[in-house]
């Protein structure tokens, strides 16, 4: 299974974008934990949110809390992170992929798998 991100794009500071995540082979997105991560070139991918299989329970990284928003809609087999208050730091490349054990507290980029392409998400004026 391999996770694909998309609705990245250009917006303004203090503006917002929702990007989705879908899957594609294997089993449904519905029935894995999911989480998305950003890096930049020359930086190690970070940590943003993660969310576990039924949707109520959410993980954000400090930088992004009270800003980004993950959530789920599993009828539509879908994984979303709301953003919101973009600053020119959240500049990235957008990744959602999924958690090996199951476990929505890991952050580590290792303990995910199925990573897709990303979508580049810009913030300038």
């Known amino acids: 299974v391999q996770l694909q991100a998309c609705g990245g794009g250009l917006v303004q500071p203090g503006g917002s974008l929702r990007l989705s995540c879908v899957a594609s082979g294997g089993r449904p997105i519905s029935t894995y934990v999911v989480g998305w991560f950003r890096q930049v070139p020359g930086k190690e991918r970070e940590f943003v949110a993660s969310i576990n299989v039924s949707g109520r329970r959410t993980n954000h990284a400090d930088a992004v809390k009270g800003r980004f928003t993950i959530a789920r809609d599993n009828a539509k087999n879908t994984v979303y992170l709301q953003m919101s208050s973009l600053k020119p730091e959240d500049t990235a490349v957008y990744y959602c992929?999924?958690?090996?054990?199951?476990?929505?507290?890991?952050?580590?980029?290792?303990?995910?798998?199925?990573w897709g392409q990303g979508t580049q998400v810009t913030v300038s004026s």
């Open positions: 992929a999924i958690n090996t054990v199951g476990n929505f507290y890991q952050r580590s980029p290792s303990d995910y798998y199925g």
